[in-house]
């Protein structure tokens, strides 16, 4: 197995178990996930409603017992839009790609326990999609505009950084052209930051430091404020379930939802440049705690509760990516893949082939602008531009 497809089998792998472990756990808080079970959450386990049918009659979901959620049937779409175009994505790719595939292709909808199109498992931010590009044919670049701002377009952005391996800046400028579509405000700064963290998750030799500054380089506003407040909160703990309390109070001057998660304030989820999704910060602050171990990010994600399937896949993903295929507990995965009825393997497959062919692609896209830069500069600057390797990703780590 090479590098990029280890790392890309962890990201995604990584990420669909993380919202499986964290859809248990989702808009509980801690002390309530430990009275539901008896103490933290440190596996699969059933959901936080036995009645889960009947307890919230409007989201009647089979969360828990390994079921995959929204956050990685999102993931998987946009894997399939790469895998059409084969190349770097945009947001008219939002309306030709992955709309059609949200609302025409049948998947098994685990937490439904049927079959499908994803359009119906959507959150109404997502849904937002289908309305505005579908349905009202809104120009795409800022079809995002009037969203409620949330981690809806983050939670499925790690392909974006698989795509862009090696180059969070990239990563991050690719993202923000994507979800121009879907999200806007601190919610689209988050997608374009969370991949970000994965392309420098995913550089060879990458450590959790490594994460930290791509996130903290290219993060503006409000979300470059909480992740540096919860990431220096995080230092100071190696332990998730210490972590979880001064996380939490690390991050809520930034979060517009407040502390009664069930029941956000009238500011809740409105564009601002002072404010900043909860989900990423607290991940990448549960990685920092981890030292970045798999399994310790993540179950402090689940354990926070809150969006725990989000906070959970987005810790995953840049775990998994940073450890490869072997971070992600195969008895976890197998469950997972398993109780899902999803393969999670094959999309990383496939967007791993997908990353070599863009970066084909862009090499040889430098190659013709570097020719043609060097006859208007007078042949000085061909002889300036560094060879780039054969094949995979270049060696530039993380700026």
Request: glycine share 10%.
């Amino acid at each position: 197995m090479s590098l990029l497809l280890d790392k890309s089998v962890g990201c995604l792998v990584g990420a669909a178990v993380g919202d499986a472990l964290g859809g248990a756990t989702e808009t509980a808080l801690p002390e309530q996930i430990r009275a539901r079970f008896g103490g933290w959450v440190e596996g699969l386990v059933p959901p936080y409603h036995a009645d889960w049918a009947t307890a919230r009659p409007l989201a009647p979901y089979h969360k828990g017992d390994g079921h995959i959620t929204d956050d990685t049937l999102m993931t998987h779409a946009l894997v399939r839009a790469y895998a059409a175009k084969r190349d770097h994505l945009d947001a008219f790719d939002v309306v030709d790609l992955l709309v059609p595939d949200l609302i025409e292709r049948v998947v098994y909808i685990p937490d439904l326990e049927r079959e499908g199109v994803t359009f119906h498992r959507l959150a109404a931010a997502e849904r937002w999609l289908v309305t505005r590009l579908h349905h009202a044919h809104v120009d795409p670049r800022e079809a995002g505009v009037g969203n409620i701002v949330n981690c809806g377009a983050a939670m499925y952005m790690a392909p974006v950084g698989i795509v862009n391996a090696g180059d969070p800046a990239g990563a991050y400028a690719e993202a923000v052209e994507i979800t121009g579509a879907h999200q806007h405000s601190y919610g689209r700064e988050a997608a374009a930051v969370f991949a970000a963290a994965v392309a420098a998750a995913a550089t060879p030799a990458a450590g959790v430091e490594d994460v930290v500054t791509a996130a903290l380089d290219l993060a503006r506003d409000g979300t470059r404020a909480a992740i540096d407040a919860v990431v220096k909160e995080a230092r100071g703990y190696d332990d998730w379930r210490a972590a979880i309390a001064p996380l939490r109070a690390a991050v809520a001057p930034y979060d517009t939802v407040g502390e009664e998660y069930r029941s956000p304030g009238l500011g809740a989820r409105r564009p601002s440049r002072l404010h900043a999704i909860e989900e990423l910060p607290v991940a990448i602050g549960m990685l920092v705690v981890a030292r970045g171990d798999y399994r310790r990010a993540v179950l402090g994600a689940v354990n926070y509760g809150r969006d725990a399937d989000s906070t959970a896949t987005m810790a995953g993903a840049i775990a998994g990516a940073l450890g490869g295929a072997a971070a992600v507990p195969a008895g976890w995965s197998e469950a997972v893949a398993a109780a899902s009825r999803t393969d999670l393997v094959e999309p990383a497959r496939t967007l791993a082939a997908v990353a070599t062919e863009v970066f084909d692609r862009d090499r040889a896209r430098f190659a013709r602008r570097a020719e043609r830069f060097a006859r208007l500069a007078g042949g000085a600057a061909l002889s300036a531009v560094p060879a780039q390797p054969a094949g995979g990703a270049a060696p530039e780590a993380v700026r």
